[in-house]
Each structure stands twice: as C-alpha cells, then as structure tokens.
C-alpha cells in the first residue's frame, strides 16, 4: 500500500452539522493493541456538514473506500476545491490496495 494516503474524517453523529475534513493517513500499523492509525488534519471541508456530505456519498461503516472520481465528482456537486496537497495524495494512491488491507480488517 502506498503512504501517505488521502482521507476524510466525518462525524458519524446522525444530523451533526460539524464540518468534514481533509485528512492524510500517514501510518498504518498493526500490533498488540489492534491496528493504529497515525492521521494528519490538512483542513476543515467549509459550508457542508458531515451528514450532507455522508449522504452525498452514500457511505456507511467506520471506513470505507471511494474511488477517486466518485468523491471528486461528490466535491463538485458540493461545491468543495480540495486542497492541492490532499488532492495530489488521491491521484497517486491505490485504491485497490487500499481496500484490500481495510477490507481485511474492518469490512464484512
């Protein structure tokens, strides 16, 4: 899997109107005490809050992948210009082995 990847932080709450942000996932481990994720915050995703934005994407569970186009073309609906640094992080990742270690650990 390639480092550092893209992400976003969501709150999961049902209608919570705090804003989603732009994350970059710089570490993945596992050991005794499960898997440890070391996340970096890059910045707030303004003027949408995390239950429209979960809706738009229709995602679901903890974590969960979106392809790149699918969640660029949810930022254009919504109006959202992702930062340059997060957005580079996106092009260059590998989506399916990304899912392959999330889908080991965290999907049914």
């Known amino acids: 899997m390639l480092l550092p990847l893209a992400g976003i932080g ?12 732009f994350l970059t996932v710089k570490n993945l481990e596992e050991n005794e005490k499960g ?10 995703i303004e003027g ?4 429209r934005f979960l ?3 229709g ?3 903890l974590f969960f992948s979106i392809p790149p186009d699918r ?4 930022f254009n609906k919504l109006g959202v210009k992702p930062p340059q640094e997060w957005r580079m992080l996106l092009e260059e990742e590998s989506p399916s ?8 650990r ?3």
């Open 10 to 21: 969501v709150c999961v709450k049902e209608k919570s109107s705090r804003p989603p942000c």
């Open 35 to 44: 898997v440890q994720f070391d996340f970096h915050f890059i910045a707030k």
């Open 48 to 51: 949408v809050p995390s239950f």
């Open 55 to 57: 809706r738009e994407l």
């Open 59 to 61: 995602g679901q569970g």
């Open 71 to 74: 969640i660029l073309d949810v």
């Open 97 to 104: 082995s990304w899912l392959d270690w999330v889908g080991k």
């Open 106 to 108: 965290f999907q049914l």
